[in-house]
């Protein structure tokens, strides 16, 4: 196999970025609940990925300061989709633990773009469905780099 001139690398790189941040932003429109903030959603998609999370940990998940962070948990708190429990180990911190209203919302979400994301590739060919399929565990592989 050849290996890619830095060129080549740079413009796959550009090309990748460019696309994903489209695909990303067409996604965002596809929310089941408009008052809630991409950051808001996206913590709670960390704590169903993760589970449930000490602010800070989430804070570091979600490269945002601390602070930050206490003042999206208690939003989503008031809003009834997360809560705070001691933490096991350190009566000082808080666990924090989405709510089943949180799951179903979320559930809903991932629905409603896996339908959207469907519709969108009803188009491809079956070349286009062998090589999205190929590609999808690399995607994954950069998300959790």
Same mark, same amino acid.
């Given at each position: ?14 090309? %990748? ?9 067409? !996604? =965002?429109?596809?929310? /089941? ?13 960390? %704590? ?22 206490? +003042?999206? /948990?208690? &939003? !989503?708190?008031? =809003?009834? &989709? ?12 808080? /666990? ?13 979400? +991932? +629905?409603? +773009?896996?339908? @959207? ?11 286009? @469905?062998?090589? !999205?399929?190929?590609?999808?565990? /690399? !995607?994954? =592989?950069?998300?959790?780099?």
């Amino acid at each position: 196999m050849s290996e890619l001139s830095p060129d080549a690398k740079a413009a796959a790189v550009d090309s %990748l970025r460019s696309t994903v941040m489209r695909l990303s932003r067409r !996604l =965002k429109h596809q929310r /089941v609940d408009e008052s809630l903030s991409p950051t808001e959603m996206s913590v709670l998609g960390t %704590l169903a990925r993760c589970g449930s999370a000490t602010p800070g940990e989430l804070a570091r998940k979600e490269h945002v300061q601390p602070p930050s962070m206490t +003042r999206i /948990v208690a &939003l !989503l708190e008031a =809003k009834g &989709l997360v809560r705070l429990e001691p933490h096991p180990d350190d009566r000082r911190q808080k /666990v924090v633990s989405q709510t089943e209203e949180a799951e179903a919302m979320l559930a809903e979400s +991932r +629905r409603k +773009r896996n339908v @959207w994301l469907a519709q969108l590739a009803e188009g491809l060919n079956e070349d286009d @469905w062998t090589k !999205l399929q190929a590609a999808a565990p /690399v !995607l994954e =592989k950069l998300a959790q780099l």
